[in-house]
């Protein structure tokens, strides 16, 4: 028998990959800090991880009690959720998210993490390749490559600008002619800032008169700093008693200490909703029916978060000072988990500095390129590595 010219199966698979969807994406920006981290680990007293923002504080004891309950779970849980975590859903966004009594269980859906959403929204919602999607020109990367999956293209805006001059603040191009999906994210990741009710009213006005859909990322809603309030585009106030045209994305990651439960939701118009289940139940895009339980019972408790609030404000205000310290400028940071510093150079400069003091930061161009002289520095560190970071910045 002859033999079969031409690379074997397995060859030509992985070959295949190497012209796939990964090659058309930039590098994992974290990655990149591998040096820096490596260098931070070997400062004799250890390594102040402060470049990811991920919860070390105790799963409030109220959630994992709700998880063990529910530990026997053989059969499989549905996309839409339980009754119960429905309910949950409803109540909380009236409750902290200003959503109007309008709003039932058919405008809620329980997500597996908010990342995933991010990310999957655009194919969700039928975007490809000519269509556009916009979010803020810092953000956090995911909502850039949530439209480099489905062939869409990406498009950063100044949303402040957005807000005062509508049309006039987008670049001549006819990207701006195309968008589809515009993502807010108040408080911002990295930069902390807050859109207050009139600016969300005023781009949503602006996005409704175009048939754009505005997602709204609020992840970091319950930690307002120097803000009175943190407004949703659910809020009247905003969204002018209609939800059309308005999706809201929750995680409880931050405030319940759930990332690694990835409890989270979208909130809003039932229509997009709807679309999103549809396609959601075909995918097999559901959460654990033991996690249901567990995030029914944290949207229910009111005392944990507040208490993790206090936490974060402690460690705030203590890295706050150790870095005005140093020489930092902090901008923004009003609110959520992060302070946006500058000590006046490149950041990656300040990366490696710190780095030679044991602290490890992000740097601010992993967010867009107006980021590139500030660095992220995470308040999500033990009480005593925030104290030792402190400790060591005032020394600088």
Not at 129 to 145: C, K, L, N, R, S
Not at 164 to 179: F, K, N, T, V, Y
Not at 187 to 195: A, R
Request: charged share 15%.
């Amino acid at each position: 028998m002859a033999a079969i010219s031409g690379p074997s199966p397995t060859t030509s698979g992985r070959a295949g990959a190497r012209t796939g969807l990964a090659e058309r994406l930039p590098a994992f920006p974290w990655d990149s800090l591998l040096p820096a981290k490596q260098r931070a680990t070997a400062h004799p007293g250890g390594i102040v991880d402060l470049s990811v923002g991920t919860p070390v504080d105790p799963t409030p004891a109220s959630v994992q009690a709700a998880l063990a309950a529910a530990a026997d779970s053989p059969g499989y849980p549905t996309t839409i959720g339980t009754p119960a975590l429905r309910q949950a859903l409803v109540d909380f966004v009236r409750r902290h998210r200003g959503a109007p009594e309008s709003l039932g269980a058919e405008g809620v859906l329980p997500t597996v993490g908010s990342k995933e959403l991010v990310a999957h929204l655009p194919f969700q919602l039928g975007l490809g390749p000519g269509d556009v999607v916009a979010f803020p020109h810092i953000a956090y990367p995911t909502y850039d490559m949530g439209a480099r999956f489905v062939g869409a293209e990406p498009l950063g805006v100044d949303m402040a600008q957005l807000a005062a001059h509508g049309d006039g603040a987008l670049p001549e191009s006819s990207a701006a002619q195309r968008i589809r999906l515009l993502w807010l994210n108040s408080p911002s990741n990295p930069t902390g800032e807050v859109l207050d009710a009139a600016q969300l009213a005023a781009i949503v006005t602006w996005a409704r008169e175009r048939g754009i859909i505005v997602a709204s990322d609020e992840c970091y809603a319950l930690l307002p700093w120097t803000v009175d309030e943190v407004p949703s585009v659910l809020d009247a106030r905003v969204s002018g008693g209609s939800l059309d045209g308005l999706l809201c994305v929750y995680s409880l990651s931050k405030q319940s200490n759930l990332a690694g439960y990835r409890a989270a939701f979208v909130a809003g118009d039932p229509a997009l909703v709807g679309e999103l289940v549809a396609v959601r139940k075909q995918a097999g895009m559901m959460l654990p029916g033991p996690l249901q339980t567990a995030m029914t019972a944290a949207l229910a408790d009111e005392e944990a978060p507040a208490a993790q609030r206090e936490i974060y404000r402690a460690r705030r205000s203590q890295l706050q000072s150790a870095l005005r310290a140093a020489g930092g400028t902090i901008h923004g940071s009003q609110a959520g988990l992060y302070l946006w510093t500058t000590f006046g150079e490149d950041a990656m400069t300040s990366v490696e500095r710190l780095a030679g003091h044991g602290i490890l930061v992000a740097p601010g161009m992993f967010y867009g390129g107006g980021g590139g002289e500030f660095v992220r520095v995470a308040l999500t560190a033990t009480d005593e590595r925030i104290a030792a970071a402190a400790g060591r910045l005032e020394r600088l």
